[in-house]
C-alpha cells in the first residue's frame, strides 16, 4: 500500500481504501444504506436543533427540501464536469 503523506490521517484514509476494496458487492450496498440511513438520522437532528417547534412532519418536509437541494446541486455540478470535458460552453 503507497501511503501519499506521512500521517495518521492518510494512513486510515488509504487502510479504508484498501478494506473497501476487499468487500463484496452485497457488502458495499449494505455499507451505503447504513451510511445513507445515519446521513439522515443526522440531518433530522441538526434540523430539530435549529427548529424545535416543528412537528415531525414538518421536519420531513425540510428534510425532502433539503434533498431536493442536494440532488438539483450535484445534477448541475455534473453537467458543469461534462461540459468542461467535452469543452462545450468553453470560448475559444
Known amino acids: 500500500m503507497n501511503i501519499p503523506e506521512n500521517t495518521q ?3 486510515d484514509f488509504w487502510r479504508d481504501v484498501e478494506r473497501a476494496k476487499r468487500l463484496t458487492p452485497q457488502e458495499r450496498v449494505r455499507i451505503g444504506h447504513e451510511l445513507f440511513e445515519r446521513s439522515i438520522y443526522l ?3 441538526g ?3 435549529q427548529h424545535p417547534e416543528c412537528t415531525e412532519q414538518e421536519l420531513a418536509a425540510m ?3 433539503r434533498l431536493a ?3 438539483q446541486w450535484e445534477s448541475r455540478s455534473a453537467q458543469v464536469g461534462t461540459d468542461r470535458q467535452t469543452g462545450a ?3 475559444e
Request: cysteine-free; overall charge positive.
Open 9 to 11: 490521517m492518510d494512513a
Open 43 to 45: 440531518m433530522t437532528q
Open 47 to 49: 434540523l430539530r436543533m
Open 63 to 65: 428534510r425532502r427540501e
Open 69 to 71: 437541494r442536494i440532488h
Open 89 to 91: 460552453g468553453v470560448a
